[in-house]
């Protein structure tokens, strides 16, 4: 079983910045994908930012420039800096982490989510 924790959400002005981060604990073999998306009131889910076991990342149009994604492996979590925050960056974020992990059965690939951190930047 595995739990994905996020922390580091909050209020902030437009302009400011945030750290995210989101640590996987549990049995696991394997991070394979870490992420975070991202869904405001009435709108869909997005894909933010992601990060692959070989490094490559990968963000959405609307935070590229502004956002980065890291990992650090030895601690299984993974961060997200949010320079230059918008109004329209208000959202909940959730953390996602596609994984390997050790089960009676043996070793199965698996998506896991946290609970999401609120962020919202005032104008």
């Known amino acids: 079983q595995v739990q994905l924790v996020e922390s580091g959400g909050g209020l902030v002005q437009a302009g400011g910045s945030l750290r995210l981060s989101c640590a996987a604990s549990?049995?696991?073999?394997?991070?394979?994908?870490m992420g975070w998306y991202r869904q405001a009131p009435g709108k869909e889910r997005e894909l933010v930012a992601r990060?692959?076991?070989?490094?490559?990342?990968d963000y959405a149009a609307s935070v590229k420039g502004r956002f980065t994604i890291s990992r650090d492996n030895a601690k299984n979590t993974v961060y997200l800096q949010m320079n230059s925050l918008k109004p329209e960056d208000t959202a909940v974020y959730y953390c996602?982490?596609?994984?390997?992990?050790?089960?009676?059965?043996?070793?199965?690939?698996?998506?896991?989510w946290g609970q999401g951190t609120q962020v919202t930047v005032s104008s």
């Open positions: 996602n982490a596609r994984l390997t992990t050790k089960q009676t059965m043996g070793l199965i690939d698996v998506n896991s």
């Open positions: 549990g049995s696991i073999f394997r991070i394979n994908a």
């Open positions: 990060i692959t076991s070989s490094s490559s990342t």
